[in-house]
């Protein structure tokens, strides 16, 4: 199935937009001229919107709320322009957003776009997607996520869909309500059965981490038209200041650290080799957890080839006092299990994504309704973070709308 | 184990591998693989790779190990530590254990052993040794073929579950006898292949029912078209004996609204039911955990002596304490000095029980005894001839 430009203009991050704006063949310089721009003021309205309410709205070109209420729910606006200038914003605020330099301005755009485009994925005039909603929705989810979701039919009830198990554990598992959990989902033969909120929830953080890394991957230093140079540093006054790491300190002791940083310990206590990814999760997770610099290097081994100043280093590095100054978060779990060092507790590492939630003594009596619940001590409270989860909370409220 | 015990056990091996080591075959991708062996005196010896079966059969010969394994993921190194290895996917693993199910004959036939002054008794471990007050107290448990059918019930309900709610092909589904106490089972190629270990957690999760919310009870309205664990249940209160502690009407749609009117209490009372008589009792960490390497089919479980052995389709019709039998010959006998033993049933004889006494019996049912650490050989009295006899009969 070929996407319309309509489609286009809801979902301008699919990879087909770009084969559009070349065949358009716009360049960056033309960008000045003031045919675009409507196109222009239309991508800075998507910054600042993001800047300003964490969520870029969508104009509809073809079709108008019914009533006040619609309106409000789906934060409909009234139409700006055509399609294509919904559909040629995207890339220019990418530009836009790149150009400041600023990486938490990355998170806060991809997240608010993520969320549009959620939104627009999950809503429809009404309780059934009209068919050829339909065939967008399923396309984006087989071309852009790899899911072969299927229409899953009860008799006079909304749209319901089915998700191969495989893929919905890979996705859901990182959910913390119980109500994701599998055994809590209606599966039968392999299939998980999904109503339109959930099916398209479930890839939400997909489309941020996809904006994101189109975000990360263009190419940086390239001269902007005079015109574009002005909203950049319209946008870098406006954008909210770094997050600092105001680290809660909690002194946790040694033997209710989290298995995978038990096990990087002992295995410099062995001797043994230590991938990367151990000495960056036990750096950064005794970090914040409290432990100096010094008590850090101590606990590498005194070997022949051990150059002391080399760890400090690194560890100072870790800790933002030196280089960038920025503080390494400790890793997810998710990542740590793609670099193969999770020793999962099947108890106690129970639905949580952080070694930092990992149940210290103190509360390894509290329920899992409570392990669920984001913050941990210890857990950098960082306003990334914070911002994260508030985001979370967000998507929830989307989905439960 | 004693030294003579332990070789009399070796050779015993050796001699299984040298009649019947053919049989053992050679996993898919077996370069993919990890394997590792742990020999009769010494530790585990782990990340090696075998470019093809005939490999493996040299090694078994010559070493004729106390266990072998390998790994159910494949690796683009598998002979680098952990963490390098790249691990590629690996075979969905479900592990019962008749032990874990804790069947009542239990406390007739497991035995403890105080480490302390060396009393040894039949009957479940007591917190502390009646004679000298230790805690040291070591647990042997045997499976009897009791708690062998309940762990074969176990694994039938575990297919169903594959089968039926994540619709994997029964011909993927391979399930092995342990060689011990319990049953493995393998879904070799399937969409599960590349779940990470939280992925794995969810889908064990799923057959232990662990965080199944009670809201499922009170949600809506079951119907015909309920799927999961909602499908579950509604057949489960469907099935439920006319009498039943839980309801008052016999009547499913009745049964349906007095659990719509069910009090905290009664609805944390009836979950319990629910999941204790709908749930599969796996050993959650063997699935969770991708770096696992496991006993390989046809080879021998060296804390009884039996084979690790596929159950072959009809689950029903196996019988593992008659086909697991490594070397079934009547002709080599033992004499073992037993410290304990409870009854056993062993390739259709019984034995036992036995407490502090001397016996002869066929070699296959000593190493069975003292594998399990119930006694020590005091010699292998097989006729010397007849069994070189055999052996040079089978090169021949
Ligand atoms: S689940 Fe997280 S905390 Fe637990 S071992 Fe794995 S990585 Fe560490
Ligand atoms: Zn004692
Ligand atoms: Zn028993």
């Not at chain 1, 033309?30 to 239309?42: F, I, M, P, Q, T």
């Not at chain 1, 009533?67 to 729910?73: I, M, Q």
């Not at chain 2, 390497?293 to 039996?306: A, C, H, S, V, Y």
């Amino acid at each position: 199935m070929e996407f319309g430009s309509d489609d286009l203009a809801k979902y301008p991050f699919l990879p087909d937009v770009g084969e559009f704006v070349k065949e358009m063949e716009i360049s960056v310089s033309a960008l000045s001229s003031s045919d675009y721009d409507k196109v222009v003021r239309r991508a800075e309205e998507r910054v600042v919107e993001a800047i300003q309410k964490r969520e870029v709205s969508y104009p509809i070109s073809d079709r108008q709320p019914k009533t006040e209420d619609e309106k409000v729910r789906l934060g409909l606006r009234p139409m700006v322009g055509g399609a294509q200038i919904e559909m040629l914003s995207f890339p220019i605020s990418l530009a836009l957003v790149k150009a400041t330099k600023l990486d938490h301005l990355a998170n806060i755009y991809s997240l608010a776009e993520a969320k549009r485009a959620v939104k627009l994925l999950q809503s429809s005039q009404s309780s059934r997607y009209a068919d050829h909603e339909l065939g967008t929705v399923l396309t984006i989810f087989r071309r852009v996520f790899g899911i072969r979701v299927e229409t899953f039919k009860v008799e006079h009830r909304d749209d319901y869909f089915t998700v191969p198990v495989a893929d919905y554990v890979k996705r859901a598992s990182k959910f913390h309500k119980e109500e994701w959990k599998l055994v809590n989902k209606p599966v039968t033969r392999g299939k998980v059965i999904l109503d339109r909120q959930d099916l398209v929830r479930l890839v939400g953080d997909e489309i941020e981490a996809m904006i994101g890394q189109r975000l990360k991957l263009m190419p940086s230093g390239t001269k902007l038209p005079d015109n574009l140079q002005e909203i950049v540093k319209k946008i870098v006054r406006m954008a909210p200041p770094e997050p600092q790491s105001p680290y809660t300190i909690i002194h946790i002791a040694p033997e209710n650290y989290p298995p995978c940083v038990r096990r990087a310990i002992d295995l410099l206590d062995k001797g043994e080799n230590v991938p990367h990814y151990g000495r960056f999760l036990m750096a950064t997770y005794l970090l914040s957890v409290g432990k100096s610099v010094d008590d850090i290097v101590s606990m590498f081994p005194k070997a022949p080839d051990f150059k002391q100043n080399v760890t400090k280093y690194q560890v100072e590095h870790l800790a933002g006092l030196r280089g960038s100054k920025t503080r390494y978060r400790v890793p997810s779990c998710r990542t740590l299990q793609t670099h193969q060092f999770c020793f999962m507790d099947p108890v106690k590492c129970h639905q949580i994504t952080s070694p930092l939630q990992y149940p210290s003594r103190k509360n390894s009596g509290s329920t899992q309704e409570s392990l669920g619940k984001n913050s941990r001590p210890g857990e950098a409270k960082s306003n990334a973070s914070e911002s994260r989860k508030r985001s979370k909370r967000d998507w929830m409220k989307i989905q439960h709308r | 184990m004693d030294e003579n015990s332990t070789q009399i056990v070796k050779r015993y091996f050796k001699e299984y591998y040298f009649r019947f080591g053919a049989r053992i075959k050679s996993p898919s991708e077996i370069e993919s693989r990890e394997f590792g062996y742990l020999p009769f005196a010494g530790m585990m010896v782990r990340h090696l790779s075998f470019k093809d079966i005939g490999a493996l059969h040299a090694l078994l010969l010559k070493e004729a190990p106390a266990g072998v394994y390998c790994s159910n993921s494949t690796y683009e190194d598998p002979t680098a530590e952990m963490y390098l290895k790249n691990w590629k996917k690996a075979a969905l693993i479900f592990d019962i254990d008749a032990d874990a199910l804790k069947q009542p004959c239990k406390k007739v036939h497991d035995i403890w052993l105080c480490k302390e002054c060396g009393r040894k008794e039949f009957g479940l471990r007591p917190e502390f040794c009646p004679s000298c007050k230790s805690n040291r107290l070591l647990e042997l448990s045997w499976a009897c073929p009791m708690c062998l059918e309940a762990a074969k019930k176990e694994t039938n309900r575990l297919i169903e579950f594959l089968e039926f709610d994540f619709g994997i092909e029964s011909s993927e589904i391979k399930v092995y006898f342990s060689g011990n106490a319990g049953y493995h089972v393998s879904v070799e190629k399937s969409s599960f292949d590349t779940l990470d270990t939280r992925g794995r957690a969810e889908i064990a999760d799923y057959l232990t029912a662990r965080g199944l919310s009670s809201k499922i009870l009170s949600s809506q309205k079951f119907l015909p078209t309920d799927a999961g664990w909602r499908r579950r249940i509604a057949k489960y209160i469907r099935n439920l004996p006319e009498i039943d502690q839980s309801f008052k009407s016999s009547q499913y749609e009745d049964r349906l609204f007095e659990l719509s009117k069910f009090s905290k209490k009664e609805v944390e009372t009836f979950m319990n039911r629910l999941i204790a008589e709908n749930s599969v009792r796996i050993d959650a960490m063997v699935t969770t955990d991708v770096h696992r390497i496991f006993r390989m089919p046809e080879t021998l479980n060296n804390k009884t002596g039996l084979v690790k052995r596929e159950c072959g389709k009809e689950l029903a019709n196996f019988d593992p304490l008659r086909e697991a039998i490594a070397v079934q010959d009547g002709e080599q006998r033992s004499r073992i000095f037993v410290d304990i033993c409870p009854k056993i049933e062993l390739g259709g004889e019984s034995y036992g029980p036995f407490k502090s006494e001397t016996r002869d019996l066929p070699l296959y049912v000593g190493v069975y005894i003292v594998s399990k650490g119930g006694g020590k050989f005091l010699s292998e009295q097989s006729n010397v001839a007849s069994q070189n006899e055999i052996v040079s009969n089978r090169r021949a």
